[in-house]
């Protein structure tokens, strides 16, 4: 069986610099201390790090995020068939890392198309080409203004390791907004694996010292990610979220970054989206209306699919990913 050290998948990753963050070594790392296995395999050219997540009666679920990599994938299936059935998998989830758009949303040889997303499949990405000024004349005229607005009321972006100070501010949004957070451990750990590599980076707003608004930012490639962002109850009047993205942005073109993706939207068409952001706030709605006005262009992920190794176990799987 073709499964390399981690190392040697960090070996593997120098030849393609442009693999998606969450190919990394350091994320298989994050991901197996809070409830998965990472097994990378290789195959020629081709790779694939592969998260493995326990079922009950010793079965498990097999997942690649944002792979594989590289070119000759289909020679790498009969080394992914074969970890998978070691690992007794009911099914081997993929999640591409291309565009809907692209013209190769096929699913492979032997894989189904299916309607359940770990990752969210839609998003929006940011051209970071051009200068600053060119950047924000491709935002909407409001958020500029609330750019500029938060600039003039005294709101400040530093970088920062205060990650007592974020996670409290992801409970304080996730109260207010609804949604899940990770706990402490799981940011903190996320932090420890990528800032000292310099793929990460912690920023955080403030007024007059305050703590109004805080996020990670990650890079890899030429490519940047804004995963996890947080904002306290105090002086929202003062935009510090979109001063605080504009530093984000700003923070990636230094990286030598072209592309910032705001990483999660509905999943809906854009006339869809359009016609009833200003009018819905659950789920991921709340969030399109801010990450819209960055002026990027919305985008669908190939996938995901699915290849079957247990049937009668993956009818089980599908009655409970959609509840």
């Known amino acids: 069986m073709h499964i390399l050290t981690p190392e040697d998948w960090e070996e593997f990753l120098k030849r393609?610099?442009?693999?998606?963050?969450?190919?990394?070594?350091?994320?298989?790392?994050?991901?197996?201390?809070?409830?998965?296995?990472?097994?990378?395999?290789?195959?020629?050219?081709?790779?694939?790090?592969?998260?493995?997540?326990?079922?009950?009666?010793?079965?498990?679920?097999?997942?690649?995020?944002?792979?594989?990599?590289?070119?000759?994938?289909?020679?790498?299936?009969p080394v992914l068939d074969e970890v998978c059935r070691s690992r007794r998998a009911i099914v081997l989830k993929i999640e591409p890392d291309g565009w809907e758009d692209d013209g190769q949303n096929r699913p492979p040889e032997g894989f189904q198309h299916s309607t359940h997303s770990i990752q969210p499949p839609r998003t929006i990405t940011i051209d970071l080409n051009g200068d600053e000024e060119v950047i924000l004349s491709r935002?909407?005229?409001?958020?500029?203004?609330?750019?500029?607005?938060?600039q003039r009321k005294g709101v400040v972006v530093r970088e920062s390791g205060d990650l007592e100070t974020f996670t409290q501010l992801m409970a304080t949004t996730g109260e207010r907004d609804a949604f899940g957070v990770h706990s402490a451990a799981y940011y903190r750990r996320v932090y420890e694996l990528f800032k000292p590599h310099e793929m990460c980076e912690l920023?955080?707003?403030?007024?007059?010292?305050t703590p109004l608004a805080a996020l990670m930012v990650f890079a890899r490639g030429n490519r940047a990610w804004y995963f996890y962002g947080a904002s306290s109850n105090e002086h929202r009047n003062f935009m510090p979220s979109y001063v605080l993205q504009w530093e984000a942005l700003r923070w990636a073109r230094r990286r030598g970054c072209i592309e910032y993706d705001f990483w999660g939207v509905p999943d809906e068409n854009e006339d869809t989206l359009e016609s009833e952001f200003s009018n819905r706030s659950d789920g991921l709605w709340g969030v399109y209306r801010f990450k819209r006005g960055f002026g990027g262009v919305l985008r669908r992920t190939q996938g995901p699919w699915d290849r079957v190794y247990n049937p009668a176990m993956y009818r089980l799987y599908q009655w409970w990913a959609t509840r």
Do not use: C
């Not at 935002?139 to 938060?150: E, P, S």
């Open 139 to 150: 935002m909407k005229q409001k958020t500029r203004y609330n750019i500029r607005l938060g």
């Open 16 to 77: 393609n610099p442009q693999a998606h963050l969450l190919q990394t070594s350091r994320w298989g790392q994050l991901k197996s201390e809070f409830g998965w296995e990472a097994v990378q395999v290789r195959s020629g050219d081709a790779g694939a790090q592969v998260l493995f997540r326990s079922l009950p009666l010793g079965f498990s679920i097999a997942y690649i995020p944002r792979g594989p990599i590289g070119p000759g994938s289909p020679a790498l299936l």
């Open 203 to 209: 920023l955080v707003a403030e007024f007059e010292g």
